[in-house]
């Protein structure tokens, strides 16, 4: 395993790098005061000391209790709207393209139509309908509720060319059932992509989420990644040269996708050995 | 030939089947520019360039609204610039500019009001003014009602507006009116832009534009032509005469050209001031001041280069509490949440101590200094500022409150909780500070931003609510109206009391105040001093902060902006008094 | 291939038009927000009137517009009217038109958008399917992995960090909006390089963090591609290995990302709003997100009806288009 892990080095950034944010997060969560995660908690506008390690924003949170406590609320909207998005929109894509036919049609439109519908639109309807303050689990649904519409697009179109092909025909020819071979014989054959497809969906769910966020429309309370963006905007502090108060998220963001990223890169590695020859 | 046995290969399509789709988007591209005049070169230390206000997301969406009764358009948004009112007031200065109008007379019952027009005002067509457009404006609102605005305090109040010769108006009114002229005095955000009849008659305001070069619209008195307009900005030329220059009622504006951009974002706005691109900045945060002035020393506030970086605008920020939800209808309460909040704290916190508090739901104006004094012992015994959580506890004790370790426990023994809703600058900057405040205190506060904020708070759909609303500037008439239940001595007045707070006998001494003389000094204190006597026990809304204007103001090319030591207007561009503004700026 | 089977694409297209727009007829109605009243609030408090007799106000706006009516029939008139092309007046702007409104955003998002993602589409594929091939050249080991990393940053975040880099600091590029103050739009040397020179920001941080992404696609559907059989058989041949990659690869791995690319075409708007509301951009993005803030029904309508029309002609051409991609395809089973 670790041999293999050594020639595989993609995957051993990837979990490297992911590893090392669960371990922030866990370490952090043993030893950091979350509470601190809000404002008037700490002195205001310090940079990073021995005290205050990620310094302290304007209304005096510590930022790195809004990191420790930040961190795994972004990554649950992110993985809860990824996988509800891939977990959905394969098994659409899977149905409507192996079926075709109406199936096909029926799922398509619907993906079709629902892709017209602008996210911000069913975000502010959401948050206008339920009448009292937005959460981060809500924030969640709300992005899952949209997420599953693109990975059903692109997923189908791969199932199209894989279906056509011999290895599906002599299946059939076998008398394999439909669901056999969607899960028997396509699905293997997708997992690089379904895997970059998952990659793709919780990355986008998360920059959904942020955006969202930034634009102010996030949980005002909840110290995520994006509602800490979202107060650094909205108090300039770019400019106001107060760096270590965007280089915390900015960092932790990074090593959000890049460990995502080199997990796929990883996984491919595994899937389709042949492309070992070349790294 | 392909192998499929069709007539194109599959490159072929592949490239023209992206440029396919690509064009299915493009025809709009094609879609004309609209024709503009050619603008003529003016130098740029002749043109004062600001950041305006309003602008949605970085655009003028109503760069053809000219007419300022269009449902759509925004006197915030330049329509200030270009009409003139009958009379201006500056609330720093308590001054009154007679403007189209030359005077006017009430009737001792306020029944009637004559207005005198100044002669040989000419529109900017060459059209003579007169007091047939003054009217004309006021007739028409009083028959739009609900259609325009102001058309619903017009009609509430007109009876008739006749010309009996070219200048000289006699209002008739249904309901004593004392306040209709002050009324249509521009200040601040109110007042009743005058329309060119000859132009306005037999249109339908609502959807009239008023926008037109070819035809030299829109037609105004003033010395500003719209000589572009679009999304990016709005450009205003000097003509070359105009008619109060003639009189000496104001120099002629040094300014040639005037571009409003629109705001975009606190870190644009700074970074166009520190580069000199800006005149006049949009608004921006007490922090983001200190990094401007280290980075362009030519740039300077109402208050100079120190804190608070502005001017008390003419609301105060309060934390509305809604009267009609339990357990908030007990005045107890609210004093306890008022109590627990150290309004120091926000000020240092929410603005980084550029900020002040404020006791009253009015703005320390000099002419409204009066009704403060009158009040002091009262304010003493029921102090809307204290800080003081021992205070709090008791009174919720008192009330049958318990706490449950940290928590306050309602006397039926859940918690005691405060969903409290923010919008604007005000919401972020002050609204978690408040929230964090009173969970200290035992009291599950929390804060959201909610993008439909004024219908939940129009509607009494919230608990608690961050917020401030424009009142009285140099009498109490319209900061006590906030807070009436009911009128008699205004037929059919609609009311806005936002804290959904009600007393009868207050009620009763705002319809006195209404009839009574504004100028009547002596009167008004007597009854304000009644009406607070009501009022401050029972807190309607907790008192929390002035609200400033901080605006960036570079000297580099004009100078003489309104000031501290020069304090001749306030200085908003959005404001209607803006004109007064760009006619006494100077150049370096 | 049959005409009979673009018909009933075609049939299927309009029927999909239809749906999208009648569910975006209802969405906005269902949050109950009436859009007149929310612009009369958002003025008064604005503006410190004491909005006496708002209520009166809306009532009168919302018979102007029809709001006050049944539901069905609202919903029959829009049905007749975009039928006719007409989008209606802009609520919270009336009396704007929809379509003028639409009609002057609508060219810089396509020349901010459009260009950008068509560029860092060809860009990204291109790097993607370099990255999967053996033969790749060394430099790209060093290339890809800030690409990433930037694809890993929103573009609101790498926009702000390359406008304080090179508008704060340098101070060699315009901070916002789509031309200089003060400039005459017109089709002059001088204008449309001052138009150049504003979109250069939020171009660059839309392609510098879209590049990766597309790569990381391109990459991970060459890597299934390269292990097929005709992959392998073409290697047995003798192939050169530079035509295996463009011939058998690229060409069979490109289909699956130019369905992305014309959804991508069809998103831009949505996704455009938050570097279009950064930099102060006058594109149809931000306008969207001002119509749903202001809950203005026609416009927000208005707008989605014409991306509904651009996707839906988008994907129809594509679909029509699959079987000359890639002929292991055949719509002739039906």
Redesign the interface.
């Known amino acids: 395993m670790r041999r293999y892990l050594r020639r595989n080095t993609s995957l051993m950034v990837g979990l490297v790098l992911l590893g090392l944010l669960a371990l922030f997060m866990i370490v952090g969560a043993l030893t950091v005061d979350t509470s601190n995660a ?4 700490v002195p ?1 506008l310090q940079p990073p000391s021995w005290d205050y390690p990620f310094g302290t924003d ?3 949170r510590d930022l790195l209790a809004v990191m420790v406590a930040g961190t795994p609320l972004t990554l649950r909207i992110g993985f809860i709207a990824g996988f509800f998005g891939v977990g959905i929109g394969a098994v659409l894509a899977f149905t409507a393209a192996y079926y075709r036919g109406w199936v096909d ?1 029926v799922i398509r ?1 619907v993906a ?2 629902g ?8 975000l ?2 959401i ?3 339920i ?4 959460t981060v689990n809500e924030m969640a649904l709300i992005v899952a509720s949209l997420a599953w519409l ?1 990975p059903t ?2 997923i189908r ?2 199932v ?2 894989l279906r ?3 290895f599906v025909e002599i299946a059939r020819l076998n008398g394999l059932s439909g669901p056999e071979i969607i899960f028997q014989e396509l699905m293997p ?2 997992l ?2 379904l895997a ?1 497809t998952l ?2 969906s919780v ?1 986008s769910a998360i ?1 959904a989420s ?2 969202l966020e ?4 996030g ?3 909840a110290p995520t990644l994006g509602m800490t ?1 979202y ?1 650094v ?4 502090a ?4 107060w760096w270590w108060w ?1 280089l915390a998220p ?1 960092v932790v ?2 090593v ?3 460990g995502l ?1 080199f997990l ?1 890169v990883g996984l ?1 590695e595994i ?2 050995p ?2 070992r ?2 790294a | 030939m392909t192998k499929d046995g069709l007539p194109v290969d599959r490159r072929t399509v592949l490239t023209g089947g992206l440029a396919t789709a690509a064009s299915v988007m493009l025809p709009a591209t094609v879609i004309p520019a609209p024709a503009l005049a050619d603008l003529p070169q003016i130098p740029r230390e002749k043109t004062m360039v600001l950041i305006g206000i309003n602008a949605r997301d970085g655009r003028w969406v109503d760069y053809e609204l000219w007419n300022p009764y269009a449902i759509g358009s925004n006197h915030q948004n330049g329509i200030n610039l270009i009409y003139e009112p009958l009379a201006y007031y500056s609330a720093f200065a308590n001054k009154m500019y007679m403007w189209l109008a030359e005077g006017y007379e009430y009737a001792p019952d306020f029944k009637k009001l004559t207005i005198k027009t100044r002669p040989g005002i000419t529109w900017s067509d060459g059209t003579p003014f007169s007091a047939e457009d003054v009217a004309y404006t006021f007739n028409t609102l009083r028959d739009l009602g609900p259609k325009a605005k102001w058309g619903i305090d017009v009609n509430q109040a007109l009876q008739e507006a006749v010309a009996t010769d070219p200048n000289t108006v006699v209002m008739t009114f249904k309901i004593p009116s004392p306040r209709f002229f002050f009324f249509t005095t521009y200040k601040f955000d109110i007042g009743v832009p005058i329309v060119p009849k000859h132009i306005f008659q037999g249109q339908d305001w609502p959807s009239f534009k008023h926008f037109d070069a070819a035809k030299g619209w829109p037609v105004t008195t003033g010395p500003w032509k719209v000589a572009e307009a679009s999304l990016q900005q709005k450009v205003f030329d000097r003509r070359d005469r105009w008619w109060a220059a003639e009189r000496k009622l104001a120099p002629m504006p040094e300014i040639l050209r005037s571009i409003w951009l629109p705001f975009v974002a606190e870190q644009q706005s700074a970074q166009a001031m520190i580069t000199n691109q800006v005149d006049m900045g949009g608004v921006i945060q007490p922090a983001t001041f200190p990094t401007v002035i280290r980075q362009n020393a030519k740039i300077t506030t109402y208050t100079g280069q120190q804190p608070p970086y502005g001017y008390v605008d003419w609301w105060p920020i309060s934390l509305y509490l809604n009267n009609e939800d339990k357990p908030y209808d007990d005045r107890d309460v609210r004093w306890a949440i008022s109590h627990y909040i150290d309004r120091k704290q926000i000020v240092d916190v929410g603005y980084l101590g550029a900020a002040s508090v404020s006791s009253l739901p009015m703005p320390p104006y000099p002419p409204l200094q009066p009704y403060f004094d009158v009040v002091k012992d009262l304010l003493a015994k029921h102090d809307t500022l204290a800080f003081d959580p021992k205070k709090g506890d008791a009174l919720l004790e008192a009330k049958g409150f318990k706490k449950s370790g940290d928590a306050w426990m309602k006397p039926d023994g859940s918690p005691l909780t405060l969903e409290i809703i923010g919008f604007g600058g005000s919401g972020p900057a002050i609204g978690p500070v408040l929230s964090q405040m009173l969970k200290r205190r035992g009291v599950a506060a929390s804060i959201g931003l909610p993008p439909n904020f004024d219908d939940r708070f129009q509607k009494g759909q919230y608990t608690g609510a961050i917020y401030g609303h424009g009142g009285s500037i140099r009498e109490p008439y319209d900061t006590l109206r906030l807070y009436q239940g009911k009128s008699i001595a205004v037929p059919g007045a609609h009311l806005v009391n936002f804290s959904r707070w009600r007393n009868t006998d207050f009620d009763k001494i705002v319809d006195e105040v209404y009839i009574t003389d504004p100028t009547n000094v002596p009167k008004l204190k007597d009854l304000f001093r009644a009406a607070m006597e009501i009022w401050l026990p029972d807190l309607p809304d907790v008192q929390l902060v002035q609200n400033y204007h901080r605006i960036p103001l570079n000297t580099m090319r004009w100078t003489n902006w309104p000031g501290t030591d020069n304090a001749y207007i306030n200085t908003a561009s959005w404001h209607l008094t803006f004109p007064l503004v760009l006619w006494n700026l100077k150049p370096a | 291939m049959s005409l009979l089977y673009i018909a009933r694409r075609f049939g299927v297209l309009l029927v999909i038009i239809w749906l999208a727009a009648t569910l975006n007829f209802f969405l906005p109605r269902l949050s109950g927000d009436d859009p007149v009243r929310n612009k009369l609030l958002e003025q008064a408090s604005l503006g410190g009137y004491a909005q006496a007799g708002i209520e009166d106000m809306v009532k009168v706006y919302q018979k102007q517009f029809g709001l006050d009516r049944p539901l069905y029939e609202q919903y029959l008139t829009y049905i007749e009217n975009v039928a006719h092309g007409d989008l209606n007046y802009s609520i919270a702007n009336y009396p704007r038109t929809v379509v003028a409104m639409i009609g002057e955003a609508l060219p810089w998002t396509i020349g901010l958008l459009g260009l950008t993602t068509v560029i860092s589409f060809a860009l990204g594929t291109f790097l993607g399917a370099l990255l999967a091939w053996p033969g790749a050249p060394r430099w790209l080991q060093w290339v890809m992995p800030p690409l990433w990393a930037l694809h890993a940053i929103p573009f609101f975040l790498l926009g702000l960090v390359l406008m304080w880099l090179l508008a704060f600091q340098a101070q060699i590029l315009p901070i916002f909006g789509g031309y200089s103050p003060g400039a005459k739009p017109g089709w002059t040397p001088g204008f449309i390089l001052d138009v150049l020179r504003h979109a250069v920001l939020p171009s660059l941080s839309i392609i510098l963090v879209s590049v990766g992404g597309w790569a990381l696609a391109m990459r991970g559907m060459m890597v299934t591609t390269m292990g097929e059989d005709y992959v392998t058989f073409a290697e047995a041949k003798g192939l050169r290995s530079l035509s295996i990659f463009t011939r058998y690869c690229m060409r069979n791995a490109i289909l699956p990302q130019t369905t992305a690319l014309a959804l991508a075409l069809g998103q831009i708007l949505s996704g455009a709003v938050l570097v279009e509301v950064i930099f102060g951009y006058p594109g149809l993005g931000a306008l969207l997100f001002q119509a749903i803030q202001e809950n203005d029904f026609f416009l927000i309508q208005g707008i989605v009806f014409t991306v509904i029309v651009g996707l839906g002609f988008a994907t129809f051409l594509l679909d029509i288009l699959y079987p000359w991609l890639d002929p292991r395809i055949s719509y002739r089973r039906g």
């Open positions: 809000q404002a008037l908690s205001a304007r209304q005096g049609t439109g079709d139509i892709l017209t519908v602008p996210g911000l639109l069913v502010i309807i948050a206008v309908s009448k009292s303050l937005l693109n697009r692109t179109s791969q199209l060319t056509e092909r011999g054959n997708l690089p992509y970059a990659v793709a990355s920059l942020v955006g930034v634009l102010g429309l949980p005002v309370e963006l107060w905007n909205f108090n300039a770019i400019i106001n040269g965007w900015l963001i990074l959000v996708f890049l990223f796929t491919d899937a389709n042949r492309l020859r070349a």
